[in-house]
């Protein structure tokens, strides 16, 4: 599904990713964890394809094909989602507006008709029971005054609308009470399948007891330096990060 190898990226000519290699193949789940300012969003921002970053060595291949050369909306419609740390407020727009311009453009990438409107309405209407959120959330401007848990309840209600290929959920539990978090990773399960693959960004392993991780990464000074089984994550909790310095070396 993805295949990272030895990423370089610079942000203003500083390098924040330093030969960064990673592997997910379809179906499994990844977790991310690391210490703040390791480089996790700026992965997930790299992979979405966001401006602003410079890949100065490594390559990335998304199902066979070279990610980086794909401009930012060919990704999403070849099935890359990101669900942002920071989703953002589009005054203005419709949340279903956008979720229907959104698979619209997905399916007309892949050569299929427009949604029938009847069809869309239930097909929506049935995620947004998925993920327990009031239907009103479906026409309020996007993110406009929402709270930060709706937020990313409204970030994973995109991913199970659009049915992305590879999944990136970065601190999509962070914000969330106990009971958010219980849902939205019941979301997060709902969509897990054979073909489909999820890159976790965390900091939290309680989002671990509910989404079960198949490998468990370390990301500290912009590379991989520990990856395991899902005990990682609770040897990080209880020990921090400190004791994996150096490590990268
Ligand atoms: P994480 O998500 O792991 O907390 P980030 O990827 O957000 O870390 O950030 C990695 C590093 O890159 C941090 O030191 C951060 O300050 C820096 N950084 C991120 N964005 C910018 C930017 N636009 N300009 C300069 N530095 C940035
Ligand atoms: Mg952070
Ligand atoms: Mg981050």
Not at 2 to 7: A, E, P, R, T, V
Not at 20 to 31: K, M, R, S
Not at 32 to 61: C, D, Q
């Amino acid at each position: 599904m993805l295949s990272i190898k030895n990423l370089h990226v610079s942000i203003n000519d500083k390098p924040i990713l330093k030969g960064l290699t990673l592997d997910i193949n379809p179906g499994e789940v990844h977790a991310i964890m690391g210490p703040n300012g390791a480089g996790k969003s700026t992965l997930s921002h790299v992979l979405s394809g966001k401006a602003g970053y410079t890949v100065t060595e490594g390559s990335v291949s998304y199902q066979g094909k070279d990610l980086l050369e794909l401009a930012p909306e060919i990704r999403a419609r070849e099935g890359v989602f990101l669900a942002f740390q920071y989703p953002v407020e589009i005054p203005g727009v419709s949340n279903i507006y956008l979720l229907k311009a959104a698979l619209n453009a997905m399916r007309k990438y892949h050569g299929l008709p427009e949604v029938d409107a009847m069809d869309f309405l239930s097909l929506v209407k049935d995620k947004v029971k998925l993920l327990q959120m009031d239907e009103k959330f479906l026409y309020r401007a996007v993110n406009e005054g929402f709270s930060g848990g709706e937020k990313k309840r409204n970030e994973i209600l995109q991913a199970a609308v659009l049915e992305p290929k590879l999944c990136i959920l970065d601190e999509t539990d962070s914000g969330l009470d106990i009971d958010a978090l219980r849902i939205v990773a019941e979301g997060v399960n709902s969509l897990r399948s054979p073909e489909r693959s999820f890159l976790m960004i965390t900091h939290y392993q309680r989002l671990l007891d509910y989404i079960k991780p198949d490998v468990v990464h370390v990301l500290a000074e912009g590379r991989i330096v520990k990856s395991g089984g899902p005990e990682l994550a609770l040897e990080l909790e209880e020990k921090g990060y400190s004791w994996l310095e150096g490590q990268a070396a």
